[in-house]
């Protein structure tokens, strides 16, 4: 499956944005979906995940409360809602599909990568 990431931009703090990754190439329901991130100077980090149905998600303690992942199979999409944003969360953001919810979180045995959109929170 092929990912397209889209909805970065730059937003003050305690605003919001709404990222959009859209897939094609696969059966989209075969797949768990994954956001991850990578703010300069640091490794990539687990940002949410969402498995097939969309029944079960998981985010990441430091997004918990703020941030809703959600996905719509009839159109092959995943989606990060970002709310109260804070200038920590400045980072590229990058989705990810892989057909083992339970991995993904350690991005482990993803499939595809999204090419990255930019996230920028001012303070």
């Known amino acids: 499956v092929q990912l397209q990431a889209s909805g970065g931009g730059l937003v003050q703090t305690g605003g919001s944005l709404r990222l959009s990754c859209a897939a094609s190439?696969?059966?989209?329901?075969?797949?768990?979906m994954g956001w991850f991130r990578q703010a300069p100077g640091k490794e990539r980090e687990f940002v949410s995940r969402?498995?097939?149905?969309?029944?079960?998600?998981d985010y990441a303690d430091s997004v918990k409360g703020r941030f809703t992942i959600s996905r719509d199979n009839a159109k092959n999409t995943v989606d990060l809602q970002m709310n109260n944003l804070k200038p920590e969360d400045t980072a590229v953001y990058f989705c990810a599909s892989s057909t083992n919810y339970g991995l993904i979180a350690q991005g482990l045995r993803v499939g595809s990568w999204g090419q990255g959109t930019l996230v920028t929170v001012s303070s």
């Open positions: 969402v498995n097939g149905n969309g029944y079960y998600t």
């Open positions: 190439g696969g059966v989209f329901s075969n797949y768990a």
